[in-house]
Nanobody, 130 residues
């Protein structure tokens, strides 16, 4: 059974940084397309960043230039480096994955849509104060 376990969340002041980690039981991680999503209270879950199995990143406009998605295949871990954090970044952050199949043909056409993924973690809370 695939397990995704997020960590690294916490409370930080505006302008600060956090790095989220997603430890994956799926193997190898390079065979999956993965993404980070977030959900604030009373709002829908939204895509933050996606990483194609071939290594292509996608970012939401709201985080482009501030957040970086990456993976360490040796550790089977996905990361989200978040810099210049803003209060509006406050949310529960979730890791997601879907098997890519050959050449990533099963990766979602829109990596920032929740419907493209079938494995989800439990989330880690990020709170940014002004």
């Amino acid at each position: 059974q695939v397990q995704l376990v997020e960590s690294g969340g916490g409370s930080v002041q505006a302008g600060g940084s956090l790095r989220l980690s997603c430890a994956a039981s799926l193997y190898p991680i390079s065979s999956y397309c993965m993404g980070w999503f977030r959900q604030a209270p009373g709002q829908e879950r939204e895509g933050v960043a996606g990483l194609h199995s071939l290594g292509y990143p996608t970012y939401a406009d709201s985080v482009r230039g501030r957040f970086t998605i990456s993976k360490d295949s040796a550790k089977n871990t996905l990361y989200l480096q978040m810099n210049e954090l803003k209060p509006e970044d406050t949310a529960m952050y979730y890791c997601a994955a879907v098997a890519a199949q050959k050449y990533g043909r099963a990766c979602p056409q829109d990596p920032l849509q929740t419907s493209g993924y079938n494995h989800w973690g439990q989330g880690t809370q990020v709170t940014v104060s002004s």
